[in-house]
């Protein structure tokens, strides 16, 4: 069973928020940083769900559905609007791929404002490398007896 679940759009934001919060702790990058929910930013746009982190700043997160290795983003067009990244330093995209391995790669949001990724291989080109993170499928849970 894959790392990023949730039958919702704010259920995956949710999932992948915390495996953030995680794998920055376990790899030492930053144990303080934390899930922020409903936070309004400097040009009045509130995020459901988004990651404070004290070493890297505020990352928004970008749960993305579909295993395909090359399946597009949603937000990719000329002249979009991209209040949404205001005070945010990171990009966080993830994505389960089609052997339910959680995929998380880290994008400066400077570099997302500038050139929007319009795929996740994209998305892989401009990550920022030592921030990404594998998450290897859980067990299935088998039913109690």
Not at 4 to 24: I, Y
Not at 62 to 87: C, K, Q, V, Y
Not at 96 to 117: S, W, Y
Request: with cysteine.
């Amino acid at each position: 069973m894959p790392r990023l679940v949730g039958n919702s759009v704010p259920d995956r934001k949710s999932c992948l928020a915390n495996l953030v919060v995680e794998h920055l702790a376990a790899k030492n990058l930053d144990g303080l940083a934390t899930v922020l929910v409903n936070r309004t930013n400097s040009r009045g746009h509130t995020d459901q769900v988004l990651v404070n982190s004290p070493r890297f700043g505020l990352i928004h997160v970008m749960a993305l559905s579909g295993t395909d290795p090359n399946g597009s983003i949603p937000f990719h067009r000329e002249g979009a609007n991209h209040d949404w990244l205001a005070d945010k330093a990171y990009v966080a995209f993830g994505w389960n791929d089609r052997d339910d391995r959680t995929l998380i790669h880290f994008v400066e949001a400077e570099t997302v404002r500038a050139t929007p990724p319009g795929n996740k291989e994209s998305v892989r080109q401009i990550a920022t490398g030592h921030l990404t993170a594998t998450f290897w499928p859980q067990p299935d849970q088998a039913a109690p007896e």
